[in-house]
C-alpha cells in the first residue's frame, strides 16, 4: 500500500513515520513544513508547501491514504484570536482536500479533538453524544470533521477520524504547551515547580502515544472504501489530582505543586466512551497509566539535561 503522512514531524508524526517505515509492504511518503526531515524514518521526504499545487499533486498521486496529522495551534493559542484557527488550520486543510482529491487519493486519516468538540458534559461521551464545542480550537476541529463529510459526498473521498484524547509520551515537545503529563515529568526532572490551573478536580483523558500509533494504524488494515469515525481514548479518566497521584508513587524526587487560577479556554470535565474502538480492535490493549507514565519518566531522566 502506499501511504502519505502529512505533518510528520509533529509528535504524533514522528512515532507513526517511524513505525510505518518499518513494514515491508508499505512504500511510504512523507510531508512536513520544514525543509528537512525531522524524522528518524528513511522514507522519501517533501517540504509541504501548500502554494506548490502541482509539486504536492506529483506527489500525492498514486498515494491510497494519507494521514493528516498537521497542526499550528493548541486551544490555548486561538483563545484570545480565533482567526489563528481558520488561517493556520482550516483553510490549509481545506486545499489539501482538494488536492488529494485531484491526486485520487482513497481515504484521509484525520486526527481530532477529543477533548474540546464535544464541550463539557458531566455524562460518558460516544462518537454521537451532542457536540457544543467553545473553544476556537474545538469548533475548527469539528468543523474539519464536516468538511470530510462534504468531501465524501461529493468526491467519494473516504475517512477515518480519530478524535483523540491528552496524548502522553516519548519525545514530546511540550514547549508550545501541549503534554501535561510530560510537562509534570519534565518539571519534576528539573526540580522545578509543578502548576495546576484550577483546583485539580478537572476531568481529562489520557492515553499513550505508543497506543495511539497501534490504533490510527488500523486504517492501513481495514475497507479504504468505507469511513469511520472513532473515540480514541483510553479507560483513564482522572482527575488532575489523581493524575498527580500516579505521578508520585513513580518519580523519586520531591516536588511541589502550585495550585493557579484557571483558564478559561480549559474544558473542566470530559469523560470519553471508548466502547466503539474496543470492540472494532479487541486485540489492541490500551497501556496502563502507571506503566507508561513510567516509560516517560523514564525516557526523560535519561535523555533530558539537569
Known amino acids: 500500500m502506499n501511504i502519505g503522512i502529512v505533518g510528520c514531524n509533529g509528535f504524533i508524526g514522528k512515532h507513526l513515520s517511524v513505525d510505518l517505515s518499518q513494514n515491508k509492504n508499505i512504500s511510504l511518503k512523507l510531508f512536513g513544513r520544514s525543509d528537512t526531515n525531522n524524522t528518524t524514518a528513511e522514507a522519501p521526504y517533501f517540504s509541504f508547501n501548500i502554494e506548490n499545487t502541482a509539486d ?4 500525492f498521486e498514486g498515494l491510497d491514504l494519507i494521514y493528516y496529522l498537521a497542526s499550528d495551534s493548541i486551544p490555548i493559542t486561538s483563545w484570545e484570536n480565533p482567526k ?3 488561517e493556520k488550520n482550516l483553510l490549509p486543510f481545506l486545499d489539501f482536500l482538494e488536492l488529494a482529491n485531484k ?6 486519516v484525520f486526527i481530532s479533538s477529543a477533548g474540546t468538540i464535544y464541550g463539557c458534559s458531566s455524562e460518558s461521551l460516544n462518537e454521537n453524544a451532542n457536540k457544543s464545542p467553545f473553544s476556537p480550537y474545538g469548533i475548527n476541529k469539528l468543523t474539519m470533521e464536516y468538511y470530510l463529510n462534504y468531501h465524501q459526498e461529493k468526491n467519494n473521498l473516504q475517512f477515518d477520524i480519530f478524535r483523540v484524547s491528552n496524548i502522553y509520551g516519548e519525545n514530546q515537545q511540550t514547549n508550545k504547551g501541549l503534554g501535561i503529563i510530560n510537562t509534570f515529568l519534565e518539571n519534576i526532572v528539573h526540580k522545578k515547580d509543578i502548576k495546576v490551573y484550577g483546583n ?3 476531568i481529562r483523558n489520557y492515553i499513550y502515544i505508543k497506543d495511539v500509533v497501534r490504533f490510527i494504524k488500523t486504517s492501513i488494515e481495514t475497507d479504504l472504501s468505507v469511513s469511520s469515525i472513532y473515540n480514541l481514548c483510553s479507560n483513564d479518566n482522572l482527575s488532575i489530582n489523581q493524575l498527580l497521584k500516579l505521578i508520585k508513587s513513580t518519580v523519586s524526587e520531591d516536588y511541589k505543586i502550585i495550585y493557579i487560577e484557571q483558564r478559561n479556554s480549559d474544558n473542566p470535565f470530559i469523560a470519553l466512551d471508548n466502547s466503539k474502538i474496543k470492540l ?4 489492541i490493549q490500551f497501556t496502563s ?4 507514565i513510567e516509560r516517560c519518566y523514564i525516557h526523560i531522566k535519561n535523555t533530558i539535561k539537569v
Do not use: H
Open 56 to 59: 504536492i499533486i506529483k506527489n
Open 84 to 86: 489563528i484557527e481558520i
Open 103 to 108: 491526486s485520487n487519493v482513497k481515504k484521509v
Open 200 to 202: 485539580g478536580e478537572a
Open 280 to 283: 472494532k480492535f479487541p486485540l
Open 289 to 292: 497509566m502507571t506503566e507508561g
